[in-house]
């Protein structure tokens, strides 16, 4: 047999199970010998039109016809072909849309389920028909679906990768591919990473959903190749870092920018044209669409660490070195590049605030052993002390009004966010919660603060953490999660809101074994 078409209703079987098990059993096994590495197929959910798989054994693509109205929210509906895997396994395929047409939603995924259940825990590596290619998540049965989108678009061949808790989208390196479609260059990481745990056995295979109830969309799977994997023994893990924006409104993140170099500390330029990250000690610009990092001049300070921003008129920059003397020193240079001009004095010094009519400079330093924080004039001059507090004071940041600096402090027994006010006055706690908050931002239209959060048994802001994004109202009020993820140190240490207020800049990291 080398082309085998079969559709049937998985919503029929609990109720046939008993009646037809032998006939199930024997349909199973010709499912398992025609659909090449999968061993069955079927309809997840109600879906209006049902679904289909046609394997050609003799190249090994699948034409999946799937129905169902979406796979997102709590919810899914879709056509399914699929293999129960247990342990690390990676899956890759060239992707076609057949026909013209169609909802610019409709996705053709890379299924990763931990159950056969329309609302089960799953992730996927989706490609929507309008190009749109997303690494979508439902973290537990009937809990809601959110995405990492990639910063590529239609690409020709997609994969997803599962190594440990880890679940990671793969795209060809640097793109490519043959003239018959086939990958000319292995897969890598694409930046996209999600931390899940699902028990084995896993459903892993295909999927597609026309998200239109009414219709069937078609979509070829080329080129498929499902494999497990086994990790080599003491391999050392790769760290990617991924520079990645969110919307506060819809939660659904996306990767601009990736690299298996060290990144951290996005800012975001005050006309929203580009954002500024620190990396191996000099400072790089790159466009929120994305590219190539362009490197700032920043003469001899070319040690600089992850504090540093925006002057509130976008015209110059507050950097954080230790290029003299082996400690870091605060200074400022124009946006452009330039010889930097040094602020502070006293050493260590980190920058973390730029009052709002750009006269101040706020930041923390360690002084005869105690970190607190401190004020001082861009130009210079005396630095004022305005914590006294036993513990660390770290992470200062004015409101937009310039009448208040928000900041974390562990004075309280863990740490949490505080608010003085800018003299250093009327000091004041504004979290208390089970978790470890730090680098609070106010954003610029004064309504929101997002700030980082660790589990309450770390301590200091190490990297490689699991962490969460949380955004609560200015004026207080209930906390938001905004985004989970593998970070800490070089997240969101300094201010990364766009001007608008609408999005975060952050960078995710991720280990990778080799």
């Not at 209006?48 to 929210?73: H, I, Q």
């Not at 997002?450 to 906390?479: C, Q, W």
Request: proline share 6%; glycine share 12%.
């Amino acid at each position: 047999m080398g082309r085998v078409k079969m559709h049937f209703r998985l919503d029929f079987v609990p109720r046939l199970l008993l009646a037809v098990s032998p006939l199930l059993t024997i349909l199973d096994a010709a499912c398992a010998a025609d659909l090449g590495p999968f061993d069955s197929q079927g309809d997840i959910g109600a879906t209006g039109k049902p679904g289909s798989t046609v394997f050609d054994a003799a190249s090994g693509s699948f034409v999946v016809t799937g129905g169902g109205e979406n796979m997102w929210f709590a919810n899914d509906t879709f056509h399914f072909v699929w293999k129960q895997i247990s342990g690390d396994f990676a899956l890759q395929t060239a992707v076609e849309w057949l026909g013209s047409g169609g909802n610019a939603h409709r996705k053709a995924c890379l299924m990763v389920r931990q159950s056969l259940s329309p609302d089960s825990a799953y992730v996927d590596v989706a490609v929507h028909g309008d190009g749109l290619t997303s690494l979508q998540f439902r973290e537990t049965r009937g809990g809601l679906t959110h995405e990492i989108q990639a910063n590529v678009k239609g690409p020709q061949s997609v994969g997803i990768q599962r190594q440990g808790e880890v679940f990671f989208m793969t795209l060809p390196k640097d793109g490519g591919v043959d003239a018959g479609g086939q990958t000319a260059a292995p897969f890598a990481p694409a930046g996209a990473f999600m931390r899940l745990k699902f028990a084995d056995p896993l459903y892993v295979g295909l999927a597609v959903c026309a998200h239109d109830n009414n219709v069937a969309e078609q979509a070829r799977f080329s080129h498929v190749k499902l494999q497990s994997i086994e990790m080599t023994a003491g391999a050392k893990p790769i760290t990617h870092c991924a520079l990645e924006i969110l919307p506060i409104g819809s939660k659904d993140r996306r990767v601009v920018y990736h690299t298996e170099d060290l990144i951290e500390a996005p800012n975001w330029s005050r006309d929203g044209l580009f954002l500024l990250f620190n990396s191996r000690g000099h400072i790089y610009r790159l466009p929120p669409a994305g590219g190539k990092p362009e490197l700032i001049d920043t003469g001899f300070a070319n040690r600089c660490n992850n504090d540093h921003g925006f002057s509130p008129d976008g015209t110059r920059l507050a950097i954080s070195d230790q290029a003299r003397g082996n400690k870091s020193i605060i200074y400022t240079v124009a946006v452009s590049g330039g010889e930097p001009q040094q602020v502070t004095k006293s050493a260590p010094s980190y920058w973390h605030g730029w009052s709002p009519d750009g006269s101040t400079l706020a930041f923390c330093g360690e002084r005869n052993g105690e970190f607190d924080i401190y004020a001082i004039r861009v130009e210079g001059g005396e630095e004022q002390r305005l914590t006294t507090a036993k513990g660390l004071d770290d992470g200062p940041d004015y409101s937009p009004d310039g009448k208040f600096i928000y900041f974390n402090s562990e004075r309280t027994g863990t740490m949490q966010i505080w608010r003085m006010k800018a003299d250093g006055s009327d000091q004041q706690q504004v979290t208390s919660d089970e978790f470890n908050n730090w680098f609070p931002h106010p954003s610029p239209d004064g309504k929101w603060i997002v700030f980082l959060s660790y589990d309450k048994e770390v301590t200091g802001h190490p990297a490689n953490k699991p962490v969460r994004l949380r955004l609560m109202p200015l004026a207080g009020g209930p906390i938001q999660e905004l985004a989970r993820l593998f970070g800490g140190q070089g997240t969101i240490n300094v201010p990364s809101w766009s001007p608008d207020s609408r999005q975060v800049a952050f960078v995710s990291y991720e280990l990778i074994s080799p």
